[in-house]
């Protein structure tokens, strides 16, 4: 069954800190993939998305994630976190064959200030 | 991006009733999309909107107890019925971005607490 991996549930960090988020897919050929964040009562809102092209893609506030195919992974990248990055982050896949999208669990990143 | 509405944000409700949930958009979309973030949970897909037809359920997910709407290319409803505490959850109205894309944009959600 075509399926999205997030492997932490919760993570802490300290500001200026560096983060990783990994997110793995199950295969179904071509996918299109995303990061969605919630900030703390705010709606879902994407944060970056791999259609084709460069595997490595930047988006908003300083975060950007990396496509290996080889891996089924779309991990997602900050060098310094900051307070305000706090929030829930979703991983995403749609498939090609599909129009829906398929959501990872979910990891909580606090950081602390 | 789509602007979505979403009424109402919260509520309480005792088991065996039912809600309808409603969803605005400020532009016209062919599809719409419903889904559920259970407490703890990812989001799962409930069903897709299509105006003009019958909506397409998920497995695990039947129109008795989720009946949907679509009178129009800006409006849904989704209907939780005869509800359970298992129901409590966010509910979720989303619509997709350009196309080809397969991005979504979504609501505020409905927070349901069943008791």
């Known amino acids: 069954a075509q399926s999205v991996s997030q492997h932490n549930h919760h993570v802490i960090l300290s500001e200026a800190a560096s983060l990783e988020l990994g997110c793995n897919y199950s295969y179904g050929g071509t996918v299109n993939l995303f990061w969605y964040v919630q900030y703390p009562g705010q709606h879902l809102q994407l944060l970056l998305k791999y259609f084709s092209g460069d595997p490595l893609v930047k988006g908003i506030k300083g975060f950007e994630a990396e496509f290996i195919k080889s891996k089924f992974s779309f991990n997602l990248r900050k060098p310094s976190v900051q307070w305000s990055d706090t929030a829930e982050y979703f991983c995403?896949?749609?498939?090609?064959?599909?129009?829906?999208?398929?959501f990872g669990s979910g990891t909580r990143l606090s950081i602390r200030p | 991006s789509a602007v979505i509405s979403q009424k109402p944000s919260r509520d309480i409700c005792q088991r065996g009733t039912s809600l309808t949930i409603q969803c605005q958009v400020d532009s016209q979309v062919t599809m719409m999309f419903w889904y559920r973030q259970q407490p703890g949970q990812s989001l799962t897909l409930i069903a897709t909107?299509?105006?003009?037809?019958?909506?397409?359920?998920e497995s695990g997910f039947v129109i008795d107890k989720f009946p949907i709407s679509r009178p129009n290319l800006t409006f849904s409803t989704l209907t939780v019925s005869n509800m359970s505490p298992e129901d409590s959850s966010i509910y979720l109205c989303?619509?997709?971005?350009?196309?080809?894309?397969?991005?979504?944009?979504f609501g505020e959600g409905s927070r349901l607490t069943v008791l």
């Open positions: 995403a896949v749609s498939y090609s064959s599909a129009s829906k999208i398929i």
């Open positions: 989303s619509v997709p971005g350009l196309a080809g894309t397969g991005e979504l944009f």
């Open positions: 909107a299509n105006q003009g037809s019958e909506a397409t359920y």
